[in-house]
């Protein structure tokens, strides 16, 4: 009998870390590759935020914060998405997490009973599933099309509710299409009448029309948002959820026994990031915004298919049905002959498959020498045998 559960064996890998991973040991064989599969911020924190966090440091905030988190953050939090979203959410509807992954592990241990649905998009964030099925749930995919903008359908939505779903799950900006739901799919998804969780990590990396926030439509609706992406702050390990007030006690309970509270020094650092930290967020927006138009541009000159531009966060989904109907292997493919890092659209479900994640969250120098390399392998492409 096998001592590792079924549910330790049963978890998917997050491909993109394979990705990264087998990267990384080309490196260390001396083999420099162009990292285009992570989605992780190459910019520096803002000297605001670390100032703030050496601050901490120095004045002894290296305790245990209240489980909720320090109420001078959950207060931040609530005026950002008031100046933000012309929204008014209190400090005790708020529980600030060691990054978004917990928040997501403690939103959905609250929610799901064993068997209980959860709607989701196909493509979707790779790890929603994973979380879904961890603690006992079924992802529920919707299919979404580039035909269509890769927008979620609500009256697709509605042909999947069951007496077993308890939410349906949003994220825009999305990962990894890279578009934004229109106001009115929002408006049409919470008149549903199901809980709306809406992941809003990506809120501030939009290049156009602005972003929305779940509560500006509806009440029964869960947050998912932290200073990752926008900030720059991955390895700061700071997230935050918001939800219906009924939900907190059994949040914090939670919280309380699997990880008391997240970093006090990092909530203080968080606080920078919200009141400070703007201008610098404006700037890098604007350098993922050239990125952007600068790899739209290169990948269409190669013959990939963008069907859809994406307006926020930091990647672009190409169509590779020209050249293969295997992502993961051609993604590999890509690795070891021209060694630039890309992600498999296959990560991202099965209505992923036939696509590529390119992310530009890297330099443009890197970029520029990512798609060189890629161009080179393209004219020497063929097709790969399965």
């Not at 100032?51 to 931040?76: F, I």
């Amino acid at each position: 009998m096998s001592l590792i559960t079924n549910r330790a064996q049963g978890i998917s890998p997050f491909i993109v870390m394979d990705v990264l991973e087998a990267a990384q040991a080309l490196e260390r064989r001396g083999c420099p590759v162009v990292h285009l599969e992570v989605g992780e911020p190459d910019f520096d924190t803002p000297e605001c935020i670390k100032e703030a966090g050496q601050r901490a440091l120095r004045d002894g905030h290296t305790h245990y914060t209240h489980s909720l988190g320090l109420l001078e953050l959950r207060e931040a939090i609530c005026e950002h998405y008031h100046n933000q979203y012309g929204v008014t959410v209190s400090p005790d509807q708020v529980i600030v997490t060691s990054g978004t992954s917990p928040a997501m592990l403690l939103l959905f241990s609250v929610l799901l009973n064993p068997g209980d649905e959860v709607i989701i998009s196909d493509p979707h964030y790779a790890c929603y599933p994973n979380f879904i099925r961890f603690l006992g749930g079924s992802p529920v995919c919707v299919p979404v099309y580039a035909s269509e903008g890769f927008q979620f359908a609500p009256e697709a939505i509605r042909e999947k509710i069951t007496p077993r779903t308890k939410a349906v799950l949003i994220n825009s900006p999305s990962n990894p299409t890279g578009n934004l739901l229109s106001s009115d799919r929002m408006t049409e998804i919470a008149a549903l009448g199901i809980p709306v969780i809406s992941d809003e990590i990506y809120h501030g990396l939009v290049y156009g029309d602005r972003e929305h926030s779940i509560l500006e439509y509806t009440d029964l609706a869960f947050v998912l948002n932290g200073f990752s992406k926008a900030y720059a702050m991955t390895g700061w390990r700071l997230g935050y959820l918001i939800t219906p007030r009924d939900f907190t006690r059994p949040v914090q309970k939670i919280q309380q026994n699997l990880f008391i509270s997240a970093n006090a020094f990092v909530q203080w650092a968080g606080i920078a990031a919200l009141r400070k930290a703007e201008p610098d967020v404006i700037r890098m927006r604007s350098i993922y915004d050239e990125r952007r138009k600068f790899m739209i541009r290169r990948l269409r000159g190669m013959g990939f298919r963008i069907d859809v531009e994406p307006t926020g966060a930091f990647y672009v989904l190409a169509n590779i049905l020209d050249f293969s109907d295997d992502s993961y292997h051609m993604a590999f493919d890509i690795l070891h002959k021209a060694h630039v890092g890309v992600a498999p659209g296959i990560d991202f479900g099965a209505n992923g498959e036939g696509h590529l994640r390119f992310s530009y969250a890297n330099s443009l120098d890197n970029i520029h020498e990512g798609m060189n390399r890629l161009e080179r392998y393209i004219k020497d492409f063929k097709p790969l045998e399965r």
